[in-house]
C-alpha cells in the first residue's frame, strides 16, 4: 500500500494529496509530527519535512518533485501541460505559491495561527499576522488578473499550479483568513476547483482545538 506522510493543514501535504486522489491513486495517510524529528521519519527524510510519499519501495520527498513523478508515472490525467512554454509557466507557478506565497502569506497566518500552538511554541507574533493578512490582498489580486486572461492560472486548463494554489488557499480558508469577496473571479475559481472529487477528503480534515468554519466543507461559499 502507498503511504504519505502528511500533516492536515500542511499546503505542500495537500498538493500531493490533491495529485494523489485526481489520478486515482489509493494511498494511506499517516500522520506526522515532523517537528519531533522521530529517528524513523528522520531516515525517511533527512531534512525533516512532510510530504514524504512511500511508492515504488522508495520514500519520496519534496511536494514538487513527488507531484512530477506521479504525472510522469501516472499521465492519465495530465497536470502539466504538453508545450515546453505551458510547463514553464505551470511550474512558475508552483514555485510562486510554494515560495513566494508560503513566505509571505501562509507562514505568516496558518504557521503562526496554528502551528506553533500545535508544536507548544508559544503564541502568535501579531506583526507577522499583519502581514500576511495584509500580503494576501497582493495576492489574490494577482491572482485576479491571471484569471482575467485565462481560465485557470496557468492557461486554458487546469494544471499543477491550480492544486499549488488551491492547497494554500485551502488551508488558510479552514482558520477563515480568505476574503472571497475581494475577487470574483478567484472565487469562482476556487469553488470550480473545489467541487472535484479530489477535494472530498481535504474537506473532511479536521485539526483538534481548531474546528473548521461553517462554509469550510460546503460547494457553495
Known amino acids: 500500500m502507498n503511504r504519505l506522510y502528511h500533516v492536515a493543514l500542511s499546503p505542500f501535504c495537500r498538493k500531493v494529496r490533491l495529485v494523489l486522489a485526481e489520478k486515482k491513486i489509493e494511498v494511506e495517510l ?3 509530527r515532523y517537528w ?3 529517528a524513523d521519519f528522520m531516515r525517511r527524510n533527512p531534512a525533516g ?3 514524504v510519499l512511500r511508492m515504488d519501495g522508495r520514500s519520496m520527498a519534496e511536494s514538487q518533485a513527488i507531484c512530477e513523478y506521479l504525472d510522469e508515472t501516472y499521465p492519465d490525467p495530465p497536470l502539466l501541460p ?6 514553464a509557466e505551470a511550474r512558475r507557478l508552483c514555485f510562486w505559491f510554494d515560495d513566494k506565497f508560503h513566505a509571505e502569506v501562509t507562514s505568516n497566518l496558518l504557521y503562526e495561527r496554528v502551528n ?5 511554541q508559544g503564541y502568535p507574533d501579531s506583526r507577522a499576522v499583519k502581514a500576511g493578512a495584509q500580503a494576501i490582498k497582493y495576492h489574490i489580486d494577482y491572482m485576479g488578473w491571471l484569471l482575467d486572461q485565462r481560465r485557470w492560472l496557468a492557461g486554458d486548463v487546469m494544471t499543477l499550479a491550480d492544486f499549488a494554489a488551491a492547497a494554500h488557499l485551502s488551508a488558510l480558508d479552514y482558520i477563515s483568513d480568505v476574503d472571497w469577496n475581494r475577487n470574483a473571479a478567484v472565487k469562482d475559481w476556487y469553488a470550480k476547483i473545489k467541487s472535484r472529487p479530489a477535494f472530498r477528503n481535504i474537506l473532511a480534515d479536521q485539526v483538534p482545538g481548531f474546528p473548521p468554519p ?6 457553495d461559499f
Open 30 to 32: 499517516v500522520e506526522e
Open 36 to 38: 519531533e524529528r522521530d
Open 49 to 51: 519535512k512532510v510530504p
Open 82 to 87: 504538453g508545450s515546453p512554454a505551458d510547463r
Open 116 to 120: 506553533k500552538k500545535l508544536m507548544g
Open 214 to 219: 461553517r462554509h469550510y466543507a460546503n460547494l
